[in-house]
């Protein structure tokens, strides 16, 4: 007992020694206003907290800003997706609960008004994707950046935050050697995944230290490595809308979206969105001629071979739309003679044909590492967070926005979309508090 009040007296000292020593280093400025990182989260929420006036400041790790959102969408940036806000909800699972006030605060549509009202166009492409109508990401980034300007935000790069500290009424922040203190603090440092932008997970190291838990943190939105891959030299096919089923003893999950080989594995929004269900060792059955089940196919087969018997079998498959490189690749993995008549295909080829077009079956070796993901899932609890202001429900005056939350979506924009939108419901909050602070509420 005497040894754990020790512990914690000395502990308490430390604690008072930091404050102190960083008070001395920062004693000359306070800002309203930090926010740790200037990816789209912090930029947008800086932006709309500032209402001029207020002194906000953006300290960035990396020497130049938003380095993710630069490269998103291939670097066209697939800012949102179109459609009724309430069907975002059904993108982020389990999340999806959480991010409502935000989402249905700040929608897809004020995002597009926000941008179009700033000259910058926004169009809807395949499937639903909004992106830039110039389709670079360097036009988003710079709206933001001209926001921020506009209102007067300061923007601190080549400052990696190291630590941060809450006393009695203020943040004390440590880059290095510098340190800053304000009355409101907002995380955005994203989430792990593509480390080399800046983002590696520091947010969690901060908001742990400040008593937050953290839901275990993985790559999301990742491609899948195959084992004995036999597709490595048929990288760059695509098939559009395949059918995705994991098994892990029995069938776990099931997906439908664009497929893509890649040189040692798959990728596409087809695997990507179902990422964060699978695990290595799984079984995956990946239709390759559309949606048609194992019997409908093989009944197909059976009517092709007896209306028309002649044909050969690799033109009768190319009716289902399946790239003729793969047909082929399918029928020599088979071991059935590529020239094989539709009359000469045995009951055996058939069904074995109908399993494999209709779900040809996969083993993972691997789900992409944080270099090869798009979004990382886990991160702060969101049970610790204000769903309704983004505040911190441990840490007064704490807010997060973006992915440094235990939030992650689907392909398509939605990442983004949750980004703006929970740093604007931030910003939202802070400015009444703010308000309230002058107030001297
Ligand atoms: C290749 C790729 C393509 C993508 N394409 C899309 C897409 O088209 N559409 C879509 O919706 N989503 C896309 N995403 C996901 C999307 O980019 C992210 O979800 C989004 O950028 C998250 O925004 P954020 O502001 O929360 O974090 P980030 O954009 O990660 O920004 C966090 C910032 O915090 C800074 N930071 C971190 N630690 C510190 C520290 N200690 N001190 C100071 N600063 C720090 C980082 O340097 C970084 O600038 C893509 C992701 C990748 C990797």
Known sequence: MRQLRMAILYHRVIFQLVVVMWEERSRDEIWDLIVVGAGPAGLFCAASASGGGRKVLVLEKKRTPGRKLLISGSGRCNLTHDGDPRSFLDHYGEAGRFLRPALLGFTNRDLVAFFEERNLSMITMEGGKVFPETQKA????????????AWGVEIACGKAVTSIVKSADEFLVACGDDAYRSRILVIATGGRSYPATGSAGDGYRFAEAL?????EVGPALAPVRIRD???????????????????????????????LFTHDGLSGPGIL????????????????????????MERWLLARSEEEGGRNLRSVLAELAIPARLASRVLELLEIPQETKCASMTRRMRIDLADHLSGFPMIVEAVGGFDLAMVTRGGVDLMEVDPKSMESRLVPGLYFAGEVLDVDGDTGGYNLQAAFSTGFLAAERIKKRLAEMEDGR
Do not use: T
Request: charged fraction near 30%.
């Open 211 to 215: 008593g937050h838990a953290i839901a």
């Open 273 to 296: 969105d179902l990422s964060r269900d699978i695990w290595a060792g799984d079984l995956l059955r990946v239709s390759l001629a559309g949606l048609r089940k194992k019997e409908e």
């Open 229 to 259: 891959y036999p597709f490595a030299d048929l990288a760059g096919i695509s098939l559009p809308g395949a059918r995705v089923s994991i098994f892990r003893g029995r069938k776990v999950k099931e997906g439908a979206g664009d497929v």
């Open 138 to 149: 360097r036009d988003v980034l710079d709206v933001l950046l001209a926001e921020c300007e």
